[in-house]
């Protein structure tokens, strides 16, 4: 059964915080993992994508774990501006294997 | 640069109609082609995808159906929808072999069935 899970929230912080997201996948073959971003009524837009090695992106840290099989993002001084929905993506059946979608985590940052 | 585009924006049908999406993708060629729905406090649910022209591909079983006519075209239709099928429905394509099939949404299209 394909599986990604992610904590829906909503996680509310103060501006200036740091903030982490979770979110595991069932499939140990899946190769692609992304953090998409979602705002109110638009469309996902891709934010980073995950790598084995973890990536960084400003204040933006991606991270993988094999074996326990999730990826994370932390976000670092939080910003008004990064109040939206993050979703994960997982890719299954092979290196280009559709993706399959986490339902979302809600952030709110407070002022 | 690529682009996607896909219309109408919003659409409120009665139930029975039909319905018709329709998305293009510019700056590229042959690439893979996504519909998905987003419900009211559901995830993203892939319903169709496509390789290429003709090959049509379906996730889940529903009175939904897909084309593609043209290499950069897509098409959702339906010929008689149900309240079920309101939702929020997104067009996506994505390149094979590119940073491991990254998908690309267009703006979305909302459809309300009364």
């Known amino acids: 059964r394909k599986e990604v899970e992610q904590d829906p929230g909503p996680f509310n912080v103060p501006e200036g915080a740091t903030v982490a997201f979770n979110c595991t996948y069932s499939n140990s073959a899946s190769q692609s993992f992304f953090w998409y971003r979602q705002d109110c009524r638009k469309e996902p837009k891709l934010l980073m994508s995950?790598?084995?090695s973890g990536n960084e992106d400003g204040r933006f840290t991606a991270q993988l774990n094999r074996a326990s099989q999730y990826i994370s993002l932390l976000i670092r001084d939080s910003k008004l501006s990064d109040s939206a929905t993050y979703l994960c993506?997982?890719?299954?059946?092979?290196?280009?294997?559709?993706?399959?979608f986490g339902k979302g985590t809600k952030l709110s940052v407070k002022p | 640069s690529q682009t996607i585009h896909q219309w109408p924006a919003t659409l409120v049908q009665p139930v029975g109609s039909p319905l018709s999406l329709e998305c293009t993708v510019e700056g590229t060629s042959n690439p893979n082609l996504y519909w998905y729905r987003q419900a009211a406090g559901r995830g993203l649910q892939l319903l169709f995808y496509?390789?290429?022209?003709?090959?049509i591909s379906s996730e889940v079983p529903q009175n939904l159906s897909a084309s593609r006519p043209q290499d950069r075209q897509f098409i959702l239709s339906s010929k008689k929808l149900l309240l079920s099928d309101s939702g929020f429905y997104l067009c996506?394509?994505?390149?094979?072999?590119?940073?491991?099939?990254?998908?690309?949404f267009g703006e979305g299209s909302w459809l309300t069935v009364v």
């Open positions: 993506a997982v890719n299954y059946g092979g290196s280009q294997g559709n993706l399959i």
């Open positions: 996506a394509w994505s390149l094979l072999g590119s940073g491991g099939n990254t998908i690309y």
């Open positions: 496509s390789v290429g022209i003709g090959q």
């Open positions: 995950v790598y084995s």
